[in-house]
């Protein structure tokens, strides 16, 4: 609270003895200083003494603007920038080139596996390749005898349709050895490559394993941007639409997002709306798991909604109550509230919105006039 205690003694001693015997005798008559009839809800106090109070006097929020939605959230790495990198084939784990924590560009190698099964697939490669080639030799000797008159038509035809179908099985027997990685050293080798560029977040591989087809070996994320997982109460969610700024704040940090995903249907444990933010993570602010705190912008709705601080509001009897400045201090304006988000409370009704009102320190008006209430008791 910005208020030091010989502030506060200043407004309450001013405030009981009214600056001088006339103004007592004047309070005793029950009429203030000007000849009107002093009100129960209203408190005098004079410009020095509301700044020595330090009470900040500030006019409504008009207009739609409901502040923001507090949650909290957590930071997750981008689902599209997170591969697992498999065994290809099944076989013993002879090379394994990085570690946790470590970059790697996209094709990197990061293993090579030792396989019996490799050793197959490349050497029907060379076998593809060789009949490739003897076909190519055949359909252009045909092509010369033909040419000259001393083959017929159709041994050209049929060493074209050779050539063609060699060609084919050699392209096959490539993609199959592309698949598994290929590039191991020796025939009986693949290597296994990155399919992005990123950090190794996660080693599951040990050198010598015997591993099946599939198994994980390594698991790779790009995290130079994250995501922002996020759950809200379908009232709130609402009002979220793809495109809003968030406000990240976590420990010293802070950065902006924007809402990419609202979630049309709500989760069947927790019944809320999850809802995801994109963040720009290149500089490597953010860690994958970490809670963090979430402040949703809402945008202004164009209506005239009136918003007030929440610390401007103040409990009198049972209802809510607003100071509202007057010439001689403040009254206290009875109000109906509306929603609360981020500190700001909406105004249902109550007030007009070109009042100016007691936004900070408000308690102290509010006990200067239960002391003006109990003095008019006694």
Same mark, same amino acid.
């Given at each position: 609270?910005?208020?030091?205690?010989?502030?506060?003694?200043?407004?309450?001693?001013?405030?009981?003895?009214?600056?001088?015997?006339?103004?007592?005798?004047?309070?005793?008559?029950?009429?203030?200083?000007?000849?009107?009839?002093?009100?129960?809800?209203?408190?005098?106090?004079?410009?020095?003494?509301?700044?020595?109070?330090?009470?900040?006097?500030?006019?409504?929020?008009?207009?739609?603007?409901?502040?923001?939605?507090?949650?909290?959230?957590?930071?997750?790495?981008?689902?599209?920038?997170?591969?697992?990198?498999?065994?290809?084939?099944?076989?013993?784990?002879?090379?394994?080139?990085?570690?946790?924590?470590?970059?790697?560009?996209?094709?990197?190698?990061?293993?090579?596996?030792?396989?019996?099964?490799?050793?197959?697939?490349?050497?029907?490669?060379?076998?593809?390749?060789?009949? #490739?080639?003897?076909?190519?030799?055949?359909?252009? /000797?045909? %092509? +010369?005898?033909?040419?000259?008159? !001393? &083959? @017929?038509?159709? *041994?050209?035809?049929?060493?074209?349709?050779?050539?063609?179908?060699?060609?084919?099985?050699?392209?096959?027997?490539?993609?199959?050895?592309?698949?598994?990685?290929?590039?191991?050293?020796?025939?009986?080798?693949?290597?296994?490559?990155?399919?992005?560029?990123?950090?190794?977040?996660?080693?599951?591989?040990?050198?010598?394993?015997?591993?099946?087809?599939?198994?994980?070996?390594?698991?790779?994320?790009?995290?130079?941007?994250?995501?922002?997982?996020?759950?809200?109460?379908?009232?709130?969610?609402?009002?979220?639409?793809?495109? #809003?700024?968030?406000?990240?704040?976590?420990?010293? /940090?802070? %950065? +902006?997002?924007?809402?990419?995903? !609202? &979630? @049309?249907?709500? *989760?069947?444990?927790?019944?809320?709306?999850?809802?995801?933010?994109?963040?720009?993570?290149?500089?490597?602010?953010?860690?994958?798991?970490?809670?963090?705190?979430?402040?949703?912008?809402?945008?202004?709705?164009?209506?005239?909604?009136?918003?007030?601080?929440?610390?401007?509001?103040?409990?009198?009897?049972?209802?809510?109550?607003?100071?509202?400045?007057?010439?001689?201090?403040?009254?206290?304006?009875?109000?109906?509230?509306?929603?609360?988000?981020?500190?700001?409370?909406?105004?249902?009704?109550?007030?007009?919105?070109?009042?100016?009102?007691?936004?900070?320190?408000?308690?102290?008006?509010?006990?200067?006039?239960?002391?003006?209430?109990?003095?008019?008791?006694?």
């Amino acid at each position: 609270m910005n208020i030091r205690p010989l502030a506060l003694a200043l407004v309450l001693a001013l405030g009981a003895c009214g600056g001088s015997d006339d103004g007592n005798a004047s309070a005793e008559a029950g009429h203030t200083d000007d000849g009107h009839a002093a009100t129960p809800d209203a408190v005098r106090l004079t410009p020095q003494q509301i700044a020595e109070a330090g009470i900040e006097v500030t006019r409504p929020t008009v207009g739609g603007a409901a502040g923001a939605i507090e949650v909290s959230a957590v930071i997750e790495g981008d689902p599209q920038g997170v591969q697992v990198v498999s065994a290809a084939l099944g076989g013993r784990i002879v090379s394994l080139t990085r570690n946790l924590g470590q970059p790697v560009r996209r094709g990197d190698t990061l293993a090579i596996i030792e396989s019996r099964e490799a050793a197959s697939l490349n050497a029907e490669v060379e076998a593809a390749q060789a009949r #490739a080639a003897l076909a190519q030799s055949n359909l252009r /000797r045909e %092509q +010369r005898l033909f040419a000259e008159r !001393v &083959s @017929p038509e159709q *041994d050209l035809v049929a060493a074209r349709t050779t050539a063609i179908e060699a060609a084919i099985a050699l392209r096959l027997a490539r993609q199959q050895m592309t698949a598994t990685g290929g590039g191991g050293g020796a025939l009986n080798r693949v290597a296994i490559r990155s399919p992005l560029g990123g950090q190794v977040i996660a080693r599951s591989a040990t050198l010598g394993q015997t591993v099946a087809a599939d198994a994980e070996l390594y698991r790779v994320a790009d995290l130079s941007r994250a995501t922002v997982a996020l759950s809200l109460v379908p009232a709130d969610a609402g009002r979220v639409r793809p495109g #809003a700024q968030v406000d990240i704040t976590a420990a010293g /940090r802070r %950065q +902006r997002a924007r809402i990419s995903f !609202v &979630s @049309p249907v709500l *989760d069947e444990t927790t019944r809320l709306v999850p809802v995801i933010a994109t963040i720009d993570n290149r500089a490597g602010t953010w860690r994958v798991g970490e809670t963090v705190s979430a402040s949703i912008l809402i945008p202004p709705t164009g209506d005239r909604t009136i918003a007030v601080p929440s610390t401007a509001v103040q409990m009198i009897g049972d209802r809510p109550h607003v100071f509202v400045r007057t010439a001689t201090g403040f009254t206290a304006t009875p109000v109906t509230l509306g929603r609360t988000n981020g500190g700001i409370v909406t105004v249902a009704s109550g007030l007009g919105g070109d009042e100016r009102i007691a936004s900070t320190n408000s308690f102290i008006l509010k006990a200067e006039l239960g002391k003006g209430a109990a003095g008019h008791e006694d």
